[in-house]
């Protein structure tokens, strides 16, 4: 059972622009909120992540905005590159006692020169 | 170098023949988990392990056995492989419940079943 739903599925954007991908999520319990990046024939790398007290935090060019009250998470990339090419994951931790991430089903990202 | 090490990278094999690809860390992480990942359905935990001989279901464990006898080791065992589990397989462990540190990944397994 998916906690974590993420759109777009995929994103191409201009070089400079500013990608936006969305997460919503349904149980009220998590305490963070962590996107993963990856590149092709790499596993996901921690990006950036968020706890629920905070509604934004910046890394970077990398922004995580927290709307708790629509319980939805969303990243920013801004001043894009084509080096940020990769598939983008969200994630929530499992509730209760289970350890271990849900994650969104990805974003695949296409930055265009 | 801090890493988790799965081997193998690629692996074909036949329907029903048992294999176990490794999974080893080098950072004495306690918490450790087998995730696939499908297009279309991101990654999906299949097992977890809070510590040594401490193991337990995550969302998609059928077909599917791991065991924890050393804090760095946590292979995966199918016993009788299908081609449903045709698949790319990541290790993760973390040192904070949860991956509240973030987790480190393996480079994968590509697993094709025939």
């Known amino acids: 059972q998916q906690q974590v739903k993420q759109s777009p599925q995929s994103l191409i954007v201009q070089k400079g622009g500013i990608p936006i991908i969305n997460c919503a999520y349904e149980n009220t319990a998590f305490d963070y909120f962590p996107w993963y990046q990856q590149f092709p024939g790499k596993g996901p790398a921690l990006l950036i992540a968020i706890r629920p007290d905070v509604s934004e935090k910046k890394e970077g060019r990398f922004t995580i905005s927290f709307n708790k009250s629509a319980k939805q998470f969303s990243l920013h990339i801004m001043d894009s590159q084509p080096g940020d090419s990769a598939t983008y994951f969200c994630?929530?931790?499992w509730g209760g006692g289970a350890d271990g991430l849900t994650f969104g089903k990805g974003t695949h990202l296409i930055i265009q020169p | 170098e801090a890493q988790v090490t799965q081997n193998p990278r690629y692996l074909i094999t036949v329907t029903g023949k048992k294999l176990t690809v490794t999974c080893s860390q080098n950072m004495n992480h306690e918490y450790m988990s087998w995730y696939r990942q499908d297009p279309g359905l991101g990654l999906r935990q299949i097992y977890y392990s809070m510590n040594v001989e401490v193991t337990d279901k995550g969302d998609v464990p059928e077909g599917y056995k791991v065991s924890r006898k050393e804090k760095r080791n946590f292979p995966l065992i199918l016993e009788s492989p299908s081609p449903n589990q045709t698949s790319l397989y990541f290790c993760?462990?973390?040192?904070?419940?949860?991956?509240?540190?973030?987790?480190?990944f393996g480079s994968g397994t590509r697993l094709t079943v025939v």
């Open positions: 994630a929530a931790p």
């Open positions: 993760a462990s973390s040192l904070i419940s949860k991956g509240a540190d973030g987790y480190t």
